[in-house]
């Protein structure tokens, strides 16, 4: 059968790369998809993002099913439009998406279904968001109420800081500031502490699957300093999910979700990201719901996964999920993310990147590492950046270390101008089993 993956990341390129490893897969579109599934066998890019023209595609190629990647064309309606066409997609619909399409909506949401999250205040008005600053203090979280590609949050350590993120997504002048159309309304909530995990999970909007856990790098720097970036690199699984707290998040947390949105009249179907702090004393406080697989932990969770891929989706559309189980590799999978020159807050566009592995001929899954581009085009018959996080190199091991060594043994041969890269991915989970 032939598939449809919409979108152009690295999350993309993971989900097309393991779908195709199904024998019942012959080819995996990608729309518009980038230069490492250009690359790759079995998998051919699709200059197209309109919605109609995609539903003409699909239909004319008799696409079996079609899986969304990012978030934008979820809020958009896209999967609201091909079911219209009778067409099976797998994702939530744009009324259930708000739960990541809008930050206000989710808290309200998690408050009135007793969803463990941080406090939190909404603000339309500058001054007034100010004033609650004034009086909160910091640290201080500031989050542009829609989307914003993963840069819309700021943990402002300071005062100040937090001031300056109001301004820059509030404007004085009542006008969108630097997160135009996602800024015009803030959310600002109470500073989490504790150790973060990624819990993402299938849901057919009844019953829920869970992927593996996983634990993202959102900060630029090493030892988790600089900016908050789409995330720099993850690891899977995240020790911090013992399999205690794993029955305690699909209890409190997921399935208070599923209910919840049947009750609104919107079954959720789709991935389902929550965004985990967890204290030290183990208590869990949901950070941000994201409607759809995370970006870097779809790469290491795919990497990992050894179930057929496209079964387990058409088990979710089929409202089975119920009747299916996802193998798992027993070890560790960690990527290490290459960025662009000027990531996150300009990142430059059209270096020539050198070092790249060939992809594997067969497109083979059982490798021990894998090279996903996210942020790249094909120029001239070369790789080029073409987004601010360009690669994820992906890499299995028996532990995290060695995970770890085998990630960036490869991403180390490979070289573009102002190549930024973390060089401590996974150091929490190093630090826990030393202790």
């Not at 029955?247 to 009750?263: D, H, S």
């Not at 406080?285 to 058409?314: H, Y």
């Not at 991403?411 to 989970?429: N, P, S, V, Y």
Request: contains cysteine; hydrophobic residues 45%; negative net charge.
């Amino acid at each position: 059968m032939k598939l449809l993956v919409i979108g152009s990341g690295g999350r993309e390129h993971a989900l097309a790369w393991r779908l195709k490893q199904s024998p019942r897969v012959h080819k995996v579109f990608v729309a518009p998809g980038n230069g490492g599934t250009a690359r790759e066998e079995g998998l051919e890019n699709l200059a197209v993002t309109d919605f109609s023209q995609l539903i003409d595609f699909a239909r004319k190629e008799g696409v079996a099913f079609t899986v969304v990647g990012p978030e934008a064309p979820l809020a958009a309606g896209m999967v609201d439009a091909f079911r219209a066409a009778g067409l099976r997609i797998f994702g939530p619909v744009r009324s259930a998406a708000q739960l990541e399409a809008s930050k206000d909506y989710a808290k309200q949401f998690m408050v009135k279904y007793g969803i463990p999250t941080a406090t939190y205040e909404t603000f339309t008005d500058a001054a007034a968001a100010h004033a609650h600053i004034d009086q909160r203090g910091a640290p201080i979280v500031v989050k542009a109420d829609g989307l914003a590609a993963g840069k819309g949050v700021v943990v402002a350590q300071t005062a100040a800081e937090a001031h300056a993120a109001v301004d820059a997504m509030l404007a004085a002048d009542g006008k969108h500031g630097t997160q135009g159309e996602a800024g015009h309304r803030v959310v600002i909530e109470e500073c989490l502490v504790g150790e973060e995990a990624s819990f993402i999970v299938m849901i057919d909007g009844e019953h829920v699957l869970p992927m593996a856990t996983s634990q993202d790098h959102k900060r630029l720097l090493d030892g988790d300093q600089g900016p908050n970036t789409g995330g720099m690199g993850a690891y899977s699984p995240a020790p911090v999910v013992t399999p205690e707290m794993h029955a305690r998040v699909l209890r409190e947390v997921i399935r208070p979700v599923v209910n919840g949105m049947k009750q609104e009249g919107t079954p959720y179907t789709g991935f389902l990201y929550a965004g985990l702090m967890i204290d030290p004393k183990g208590r869990i406080k949901v950070l941000e719901f994201n409607c759809r697989f995370g970006d870097p932990e779809t790469q290491p969770i795919m990497l990992r996964l050894k179930s057929d891929f496209a079964t387990l989706v058409e088990a979710a559309l089929d409202g089975r999920l119920d009747q299916v189980e996802a193998e798992w590799d027993r070890r560790v999978a960690l990527g290490v993310v290459l960025a662009a020159a000027g990531y996150p807050e300009s990142p430059r566009r059209g270096d020539a990147i050198a070092g790249l592995p060939e992809p594997d001929p067969g497109g083979a899954a059982g490798e021990d590492c894998h090279v996903f581009h996210a942020g790249t085009a094909i120029q001239d018959d070369q790789v080029v950046t073409a987004g601010g996080r360009v690669l994820c190199v992906t890499a299995l091991g028996d532990t995290v270390k060695i995970a770890q060594a085998r990630a960036y043994e490869v991403a180390d041969q490979i070289d573009f101008a102002g190549r930024q890269m973390r060089r401590d991915i996974g150091w929490r989970a190093v630090k826990r089993n030393k202790k």
